[in-house]
Structure formats: C-alpha cells, structure tokens
C-alpha cells in the first residue's frame, strides 16, 4: 500500500521560502507524476504542480513564478519550494501521486498546516 | 485557469438521492473525459471516490455514479447515508497538462 508523508516547517515568515518535502512508502516514484495541492482554511483545493519521476515538471499558471518541484527518487522523495510568501499562502498542503496527465489523484498525504506570519 | 464551479451546498435524507453538479467549459470538462471526484471529511485529506467522468475505484460504494453532459460533470449518491456527509470537490483536466478543482460542495445528510 502506497503511503505519502508532508513534512516541513509549519510557520514561515513572510517574504521567504516554503520548503516542505513529501516522502513515498510502500511503492516506487517510477512512472509516476507526483503533485502538491494546497487548501486554504475554511476554502477550496487549489494545484500546485507536479513532477514526473524523471523530472519533468508543471505548473499552475499564477504559481509559476515563485514555484519549483524537484525529486529524488534514492530517497524515494520529492519536495515544493515557494519562494516569497505571503499570508495569502497559508494553507495546508498536501502531497499526491497521480498515474499519467489527466488521471486522477489517487494517494494522498494526510496534509500538513503551513503558516505564513511573523 | 478558473476554478470550476459546484453548489455550495446540497442536503438529503438518508436513503434519498442527490446530484451535484460541476460547470466548467469546453477547455476543460467539455474537452475531456478526465473528471474526478473527491470526497473530502473535516480534517482529512481527500479521497478518490470517481475518475475518468463515470469509474470507481476498487472499494467505493455503488452508490457513488459519475456522469458528464457537455460542460458540467455530476456526482450522484443514491440511498444517502450518514457516512456520506462531508465536502466534494470535481476535478478536470484542463489542457496544457494542468488540472482545475471545482469550488466544493457541502453534503448534509438531515
């Protein structure tokens, strides 16, 4: 059974950077597309991106600027970088695993709160 | 890349049907039939309960049925249970290898 665990900060000021890092248990990252998702309190989810084991990468339109995803697949691991935050990105963020574009997301980490404040 | 757009809520009682819609346009819901369902309880993350407009995943109730008729896609949970209460989010592939979320629904079983 495929498990995936966020882990990072939980509060970050604003106008720096976002790092969190999704690990992946019980399954290989080969052939797969590995997304984050992120959902504001009390709001909807909203894409971030994803990143093909090989490392070829997209992303959602208005986040494209500050965003990268990256991989690591000897450590079976693959993480989200924000740079320049504000509190308009704190969320918690969720990372997923989907089979090719188009398909669904299929396994989910169970979430992780990230604040942005000073 | 817009959010697609759900009622914000819709009520029922159990043992009855309901319908929720998803209205996107022919960029995404129209184009493709790539819409997926999302089941989400206070606190939790999300779980697949549709895919591919019409599947279920191994271990989703028969109740849960997906269908799509041009630009909106909708979720249908016939004889409604307390379980089912909780928020759902439509999902479509939206060209450009990017994908859009609906803006969520708010299930209560009375």
């Known amino acids: 059974q495929v498990q995936l665990q966020e882990s990072g900060p939980g509060l970050v000021k604003p106008s720096e950077t976002l790092s969190l890092t999704c690990t992946v248990s019980g399954g290989s990252m080969r052939s797969y597309y590995w997304s984050w998702i992120r959902q504001p309190p009390g709001k909807g989810l909203e894409w971030i991106g994803y990143?093909?084991?090989?490392?070829?990468?997209n992303y959602h339109p208005s986040l494209k600027s500050r965003v990268t995803i990256s991989v690591d697949t000897s450590k079976n691991q693959f993480s989200l970088k924000l740079i320049s935050v504000t509190a308009a990105d704190t969320a918690v963020y969720y990372c997923?695993?989907?089979?090719?574009?188009?398909?669904?997301?299929?396994?989910w980490g169970p979430g992780i709160l990230v604040t942005v404040s000073s | 890349q817009s959010a697609l757009t759900q009622p914000r809520s819709v009520s029922g009682s159990p043992g009855q049907s309901l319908t929720i819609s998803c209205t996107g346009t022919s960029s995404d819901v129209g184009g493709y039939d790539y819409v997926s369902w999302y089941q989400q309880h206070p606190g939790k993350a999300p779980k697949l309960m549709i895919y591919d407009v019409t599947k279920r995943p191994s271990g989703v109730p028969d109740r849960f049925s997906g269908s799509k008729s041009g630009n909106t896609a909708s979720l249908t949970i016939s004889g409604l249970q307390a379980e089912d209460e909780a928020d759902y989010y439509c999902c479509s592939f939206a060209g450009s290898y990017s994908r859009s979320f609906g803006t969520g629904t708010k299930v209560t079983v009375l």
């Open positions: 990143i093909y084991y090989s490392g070829s990468t």
């Open positions: 997923a695993r989907e089979l090719g574009v188009g398909s669904p997301l299929d396994y």
